[in-house]
């Protein structure tokens, strides 16, 4: 059965910083710079693409991460934190202290590495098709 869900891809250095915090990936925001063309579905599975090579939690082709689909929330308008997480606790250290401004911050909740691996070809999406996509896109895989 196809269901709903998220791909999106974060830089592996980010998912390394997530896991040198204690309990941060419960709920951890990812920033994105690109407006979703449609709502994000709050609940759905998330696939993380591990990105921007070389680096030991990258593989070519394969979405290695899982999480559940959280809240989204605006970034600071205007300010020090303008284009930041209202709250930088939620962020991993890494994506907080480098990150350019975001339009808006996704949360993956209990974010954990996948058993196996699954490829591109698994999800179809109308917006990266044969891609890896490059900011959170809706698609579609089969459970």
């Not at 609940?43 to 809240?71: D, R």
């Not at 911050?105 to 999800?123: A, S």
Request: proline letters at 13%; one cysteine or more.
């Amino acid at each position: 059965m196809m269901r709903p869900v998220v791909l999106a891809p974060v830089p592996c250095v980010h998912l390394e910083s997530v896991n040198s915090v204690p309990g941060l990936a419960a709920s951890v925001f990812f920033g994105s710079s690109h407006e979703a063309d449609t709502p994000l579905p709050s609940g759905a599975p998330v696939f993380i693409y591990a990105s921007i090579p070389p680096h030991a939690l990258f593989k070519p082709g394969q979405f290695s991460w899982t999480g559940t689909l959280g809240s989204i929330v605006r970034a600071v308008d205007g300010g020090p934190r303008h284009g930041k997480h209202p709250d930088p606790s939620q962020r991993p250290p890494t994506a907080e202290a480098k990150d350019g401004a975001c339009l808006y911050f996704w949360e993956v909740r209990n974010l954990e590495p996948l058993e196996t691996p699954r490829r591109l070809g698994d999800f179809k999406s109308k917006t990266s098709i044969n891609e890896v996509p490059r900011w959170p896109v809706i698609a579609e895989a089969d459970f």
